[in-house]
């Protein structure tokens, strides 16, 4: 895990005294609103439905157990009692006093962490694969890279008034678990004849009119990732359309120059860019790598996992993922009981968390874009001790990519922009397939809910995706089949005439059956969908 | 009826005009008639409330209640943790709201 | 370098189109959808580059300034308009080295803005050296 120098702590450090007097300056009355939301919402601060709301950022998804402890205590002292984990792998309080968030930044900053743009026209917190340095098939941890740009990407002084905000993921498998090519950026690490380079997809996003990013250069030697990033990023704050904040996203941008001539605008800039030395050595990319190393895993230890308890097994049969070494496992811990909101965790379930990783996984967690924690360095022979302890917790749910496991924005009951609520409409499919051996039966299955246009719940990259709208006055659901934010990326289509929260949960359960009736042996939901088209489930859901 | 609404300066929390201050409490809500703009313009110039805006709503027995759903769930709280609602003991509150 | 709040009392800056078709002026001012690169040719006459930002949410003069900075231009580059403090920094790190806004600025809180960050992660047009730089000596 990276471990702030004395660099990294005055950076926060100055954020934390700047950010404390803007909120002074605020309350006395020296800066209007209209001043002082830009500047709060680039330290993660948004004013929602019921009070404020703070996004801490966890860089990459990746927490030692005394941040995720920190977490706890912010929700417990400053918040009531609970966090919500997000699909940019972050952490949101929903609770938050302004007179209190400079003294909670102070808490974040004591245990390396911010808010810094987690929000604003700035470039986002890096995400990544939760799997990252454990998953079994990575070329390379993607984490140092997302690290180096952390750094260029933080106070950036030319990219802080961008047309729009701006989201970068980094991957290093084939596998695609951080809905890479659904960023603003997407960079995948590949390997060219024994060298790793960076594939650059640029102009990918949801929202109102999502779009897959196009592969804008297939090989940037890592050398220059920073400056071509710089060059990809410049051309949009220049050109990136700023009239309308609907169409001022960098998709619109290239959707409209198409690929090719952005391409060629980023290539002279970078032409020019390169020059300037924005790249640090490799010595810098080593300091920052050398952190990321391995745990010491003993890779002689035992493979076999006793599968007695039927309850156990079925959790490991669900939420258990291969780990490069053996002996060892990745655990998922699923925040999606049935009855729960998808995402939030007490302060008590934080706190567990971080005693498991602690004891058990190394001093680590990730949180994921799926809005679960994993514990990824777990010996097999620890898997039935942290089972049980997780299900002691309730945190012990084996659903993970099952219809079950929604990931849901927090909705109309939270946030101010939102047209209908998301998480009773989780709640009543998690509740309509309760069962596991049913869920099991209909195998992966990523269901997506938002609660509005802007898709902060991932609705088009769903197998099955609602979105929330307003119908005059009242709550309404369009349901979309077909879509994928993994490796085999697709937008959803919409069904036809949306629904009422009854309605939503009855049409996804004649498309469940649909399916069951249709698919073919060992085709997932999404495939039969791609195989036979929407026409049949049309047709099952509006007879 | 029009009521005017907006949250707290310093806490974040959904606060009501009751025609001479602020109350979390919606029954204490006036109605602004057409005076709305100017009460928000001078309370929003003395930081008591931040983001304040002008809703309609109806009388009805139980205190005004707004036409949008988003406002009502502003008036209670989130409609999926009652325990955290400004009516915690009155299971039937989230009934209000839809 | 020459930090100061601008105060007016000169003539001022003609637009680009005008530049571009009067070649004795030394003084430009740039609009956020106009290219800075048009200006790159006759940097070396260039006495005062005045960028505008109507709204300080717009950030393309910022990238202006850091493309005329690393085509070398030296000459005074004033950000002028809708600047407020809590920009100020960035504004500097641009390259700007002269501020012209339309509501006075409070010199403390200009100070402390400019005084606020002891190092920079990425290098830019002041001349800063990136922390990567520190650290590897």
Known sequence: ?543 | MKLLTGNDLKTGFVTWWTGADWSLHIEDAADVGEQGEAILAAEEGARRVNAPYIIKGEATPEGPRPAHIKDRIRALGPTVRPDLTLKPADPAAGDWVI | MVEHIHSDGEEPAVTLDAFLEQSNATAVRLEPDEDARALIPFLDRLALIEVAFPKFRDGRGYSSARILREAGYTGELRAQGDVLVDQIAYLKRCGFDSFAPEKSLNPDDVEAALTRWPEHYQGAADGAVPIWKLRHG
Request: hydrophobic share 40%.
């Open chain 1, 1 to 543: 895990m990276y471990k702030y120098d004395e660099y990294d702590h005055a950076m926060v450090d100055a954020r934390v005294a700047e950010f404390s007097d803007q909120v002074r300056r605020r309350l006395a009355g020296e800066i209007t609103e209209d001043q002082f939301k830009p500047l709060r919402l680039m330290n993660g601060l948004y004013l929602q439905l019921h009070a404020y709301m703070l996004r801490v950022a966890v860089p990459y998804g990746t927490l030692d157990s005394r941040q995720m402890h920190m977490l706890a205590h912010i929700a417990r002292k400053y918040d009531r009692d609970y966090g919500h984990f997000t699909t940019r792998q972050n952490i949101q309080y929903n609770w938050i006093k302004l007179e209190d968030a400079p003294a909670i930044l102070e808490d974040l900053a004591s245990v390396e962490m911010h808010a810094i743009q987690t929000s604003g026209n700035c470039i986002r917190n890096i995400s990544s694969d939760q799997w990252a340095g454990a998953a079994a098939d990575e070329i390379t941890d993607p984490r140092p890279w997302a690290e180096l740009l952390r750094q260029w990407s933080s106070f950036h002084p030319e990219f802080s008034y961008l047309p729009r905000k701006f989201k970068i993921a980094v991957i290093a498998a084939e596998e695609d678990r951080a809905a890479m090519r659904l960023h603003d950026i997407g960079i995948q690490l590949v390997e060219k004849d024994g060298v790793h380079g960076a594939a650059f997809y640029v102009g990918g996003g949801m929202g109102r009119t999502p779009m897959i990013a196009p592969l804008i250069k297939e090989f940037v030697p890592l050398e220059d990732m920073l400056s071509y990033a710089e060059a990809c990023l410049r051309v949009y704050n220049r050109y990136g359309r700023r009239d309308n904040i609907y169409k001022a996203r960098i998709k619109i941008l290239i959707h409209e120059l198409g690929a090719d001539e952005y391409r060629r605008q980023v290539e002279e800039e970078f032409a020019h860019v390169k020059s300037l030395g924005i790249d640090p050595p490799k010595a810098e990319f080593d300091r920052i790598a050398a952190q990321f190393a391995m745990p010491p895993l003993d890779a002689s230890a035992p493979d076999a996992i006793d599968r007695s308890d039927p309850d156990f097994a079925v959790w490991v049969d669900q939420n258990v993922a291969k780990h490069k070494v053996s002996g060892h496992a990745i655990v998922n811990i699923s925040l999606k009981p049935v009855d729960g909101i998808p995402g939030d965790a007490s302060s008590a379930q934080i706190d567990l968390m971080a005693d498991l990783a602690e004891k058990y996984s190394h001093d680590e967690l990730r949180v994921t874009h799926a809005q679960n924690i994993v514990l990824p360095h777990v010996r097999k022979a620890d898997l039935y001790a942290v089972w049980q302890a997780l299900d002691a917790a309730g945190l012990a749910t084996p659903n993970l990519d099952l219809i079950s496991d929604i990931i849901a924005c927090p909705g109309l009951d939270y946030c101010s922009l939102a047209n209908a609520r998301s998480i009773p409409v989780a709640q009543k499919i998690a509740k309509r397939f309760a069962d596991p051996v049913r869920q099991r039966d209909l195998g992966e299955l990523k269901l997506k809910i938002s609660g509005c246009i802007n898709a902060c719940g991932h609705h088009h990259a769903g197998h099955i995706g609602i979105l929330g709208v307003d119908r005059k006055g009242t709550e309404n659901y369009q349901l979309s089949l077909g879509g994928s934010g993994a490796e085999d990326v697709s937008l959803g289509t919409i069904t036809g005439p949306g629904f009422d929260e009854d309605g939503v949960v009855d049409a996804i359960e004649r498309v469940t059956d649909k399916y069951l009736e249709t698919r073919t042996e060992g085709e997932r939901f999404v495939d039969t969908f791609r195989r036979v088209g929407m026409a049949p489930f049309k047709e099952a859901i509006y007879g």
